[in-house]
């Protein structure tokens, strides 16, 4: 156990005591004496007081030159005769810049420019030394320079579509109806996703509102509400698509309401959502239900004799079933 701490004990000495007066361990010092001094005086004058920024900022450049001249020094950090040092410097550069913990887009930011980052710590010492003078860059160093920051390049591009895509999913999520297995390039880490589209909950809550307007209203109002629906669904469609947990999905739906079906004394009202956006695979999709709306007798509630027959009246019911709308899809023909 000793041996254990003692070992510990050399291991951060090497790190934290620097060997001379320009030094990593030097730097590093630096970085924590500032970031002392800038705790103390948020805890004496406030965290609004500018002193702190400054050396807060201070204390970061002490650390990230530190890591830099560091890291560029340990000769075993490769991979195939690779230094991998730029990437490391790079993530903390882009935490020093970005403060990625602050908000998601700053972190959207940190992680997209992190290659392009890493490729200016790489370069730059090929063109700069350590003490301020100008290098010539051979034609090897430059092939593999171009190379390595078109690599990276498309790298950054390719972490900038990830989050586009994301926010895609997020505002449209009818867009993964289909699943994205046919997809050249975008992969679905989830296994057998069962993504429902908004359509669902959009025919639902319509029904829903239509059954509350029209039950137990008297058959002869239903009726009238059946000939003067379009005003009325057009209300109802709208309130429905504001409800949406994903409101920009409104743009892309299209609502169709045929004419009603009669069949004996019911109507039958089918309601079809057309999905006009984009979708994963080719082809599009939509959505129907339908609404059975029928009369029912009831007693009506009026004075009579004991041998006189019951007073009826009809009442409107509505019947849209138990199921849920369900995706119909349209392939065009090849």
Known sequence: MEDIIQDLQKQARS????????????????????????????????????????????????????VWWALSQAKDLTIYGFKVYPWIVGIVLCCFLFRPWRSEDRLRWAVSTWPLISTGVMALPMFISWDLKLKQLKNKAKKMLITTTL????????????????????????????????????????????????????????????????TGQP???????????????????????????????????????????????????????????????????YLEKSCKIFPVNQPRAVARQDDEPQPMTQIAQVNCGEDSPTEQFVTPPV
């Open 151 to 214: 690599v990276n390049l498309l790298l950054s591009s390719w972490i900038v579509f990830h989050f586009r895509v994301q926010d895609w999913v997020l505002s449209y999520p009818s867009l993964l109806v289909r699943g994205t297995s046919d997809s050249a390039f975008i992969y679905d880490f989830v296994v057998d996703r069962e993504q429902p589209s908004q359509g669902v909950e959009l025919l639902d809550r319509m029904t829903d509102e239509i059954a509350s307007q029209l």
């Open 219 to 285: 058959w002869y109002q239903a009726e009238r509400w059946l000939y003067t629906r379009q005003p009325r669904l057009e209300a109802i469609y709208q309130d429905a698509l504001n409800a949406l947990e994903s409101p920009d999905e409104s743009l892309f739906w299209r609502l169709n309401v045929a004419e009603p079906r009669q069949v004996d004394e019911a109507y039958w009202l089918d309601l079809r959502a057309d999905w006009a956006g984009p979708v994963a695979r080719n082809g599009e999709f």
């Open 15 to 66: 790190i934290l005591v620097p060997t001379g007066y320009f030094t990593p361990q030097t730097l590093l010092l630096l970085s924590i004496f500032s970031l002392f001094i800038a705790a103390a005086l948020e805890y004496t004058e406030g965290p609004e007081f500018a002193a702190i920024r400054v050396l807060t900022t201070m204390s970061w450049i002490f650390f990230t030159v530190a």
